[in-house]
T-cell receptor, first 109, second 111 residues
Framework: SQQGEEDPQALSIQEGENATMNCSYKTSINNLQWYRQNSGRGLVHLILIRSNEREKHSGRLRVTLDTSKKSSSLLITASRAADTASYFC?????????FGPGTRLSVLP | ETGVTQSPTHLIKTRGQQVTLRCSSQSGHNTVSWYQQALGQGPQFIFQ???????GRGNFPPRFSGLQFPNYSSELNVNALELDDSALYLC??????????FGPGTRLLVL
């Protein structure tokens, strides 16, 4: 399996509900980042969490990091149709960032 | 808008041809990384350049090569194109190893 893996692979929710996506990784990291991608376009950076941090918030986003379990979660609260996208976690491994296969989120109006 | 631009946006080539993709860096970003993203997959790291030197490489053959210029813009060259090279190619720039800012990508189709 890959360094970073998100689950679930796909998630479908109603507008207004919360969406939670998880990411697991294998090796030690300095930081973990979450990105969003709309319809095969460029990735948009959402949030970076460092290995010595446990939780971070940005607007409707909440990210947690558990280095003992090598896992992270991304929570999107009060979801909107515009949140429909693929979400990726990326971990720094040496000189590069390793992305998981992503979670495809569909928010239905 | 991340301030990172890529050209061209779309490209069609045939097997065996060569292609050059370009990426302009956001001001002050001296690191550029290139990724290949196949349909339905996450981006796969190709290589990274820091101050015009290659600074790390993923599991891609030597026919994938790159350049970074003094203004920190960059090129990705792919020789002897294969059908499996069809993908979205993304560049990302950063200041050191911090947050990477992605361009919109170049979609390459190899026939």
């Amino acid at each position: 399996s890959q360094q970073g893996e998100e689950d679930p692979q796909a998630l479908s929710i109603q507008e207004g509900e919360n969406a939670t996506m998880n990411c697991s990784y294998k090796t030690s990291i300095n930081n973990l980042q979450w990105y969003r991608q709309n319809s095969g376009r460029g990735l948009v950076h959402l949030i970076l969490i460092r290995s010595n941090e446990r939780e971070k918030h940005s607007g409707r986003l909440r990210v947690t990091l558990d280095t003992s379990k090598k896992s992270s979660s991304l929570l999107i609260t009060a979801s909107r149709a515009a949140d429909t996208a693929s979400y990726f976690c990326a971990t720094d491994v040496g000189q590069n960032f390793v992305f998981g296969p992503g979670t495809r989120l569909s928010v239905l109006p | 808008e991340t301030g990172v631009t890529q050209s061209p946006t779309h490209l069609i080539k045939t097997r065996g041809q060569q292609v050059t993709l370009r990426c302009s860096s956001q001001s002050g970003h001296n690191t550029v990384s290139w990724y290949q993203q196949a349909l339905g997959q996450g981006p796969q790291f190709i290589f990274q350049y820091y101050r015009e030197e290659e600074n790390g490489r993923g599991n891609f053959p030597p026919r994938f090569s790159g350049l970074q210029f003094p203004n920190y813009s960059s090129e990705l060259n792919v020789n002897a194109l294969e059908l499996d090279d069809s993908a979205l190619y993304l560049c990302a720039t950063a200041r050191q190893q911090e947050t990477q800012y992605f361009g919109p990508g170049t979609r390459l189709l190899v026939l």
